[in-house]
């Protein structure tokens, strides 16, 4: 018996992966494997998954989701915003570390970093919650964003 690297059940075969990991994994043949797996071990939901399925927490909200089910290779950030995605930590650094996200959060996300997407986000909620005048929330909008 060998215990899978990302869900660590045990399972037979001799991979890094049980079946149901290995078939996330899969998926992205076009990332690097040692920093995927990191990433899906530590996104890892326990108390959730059950059997075959796979539960994962998105990195920027906690929310806990599987990988697209089906066999459909193109999926769209609002129909199918709570499936997870993988996401490039710094998106313009395609070296950087992944982390598992909502398919929605990596959309809004875009090219910002995470940490620029959470000051957005928050800086975004106090306005529409008209907690923040507009020139203060203007700029700090100009502040995240490094924009003059
Ligand atoms: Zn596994």
């Given at each position: 018996m060998k215990r899978c690297d990302i869900c660590e059940k045990e399972f037979d075969e001799?991979?890094?992966?049980?079946a149901p990991c290995q078939r996330i994994i899969s998926?992205?043949?076009?990332?690097?494997k040692s920093k995927l797996r990191p990433a899906l071990h530590f996104a890892y939901d326990s108390v959730r998954s059950k059997g075959e399925e796979r539960y994962f927490r998105c990195q920027y909200t906690g929310i806990s989701s599987q990988f697209n089910?089906?066999?459909?290779?193109v999926i769209d950030p609002v129909k199918d915003a709570l499936v997870l995605t993988i996401d490039h930590?710094?998106?313009?650094?395609?070296?950087s570390d992944l982390v598992v996200s909502l398919h929605i959060i990596n959309a809004m996300k875009s090219k910002l970093s995470g940490e620029e997407f959470r000051r957005l986000t928050i800086a975004l909620g106090s306005h529409f919650s008209k907690a923040i005048e507009q020139e203060d929330f203007e700029k700090e909008f100009r502040r995240i964003l490094h924009i003059g």
């Open positions: 001799n991979k890094k992966s049980c998926r992205y043949d076009e990332l690097p089910p089906t066999a459909e290779s930590v710094n998106p313009k650094d395609w070296d």
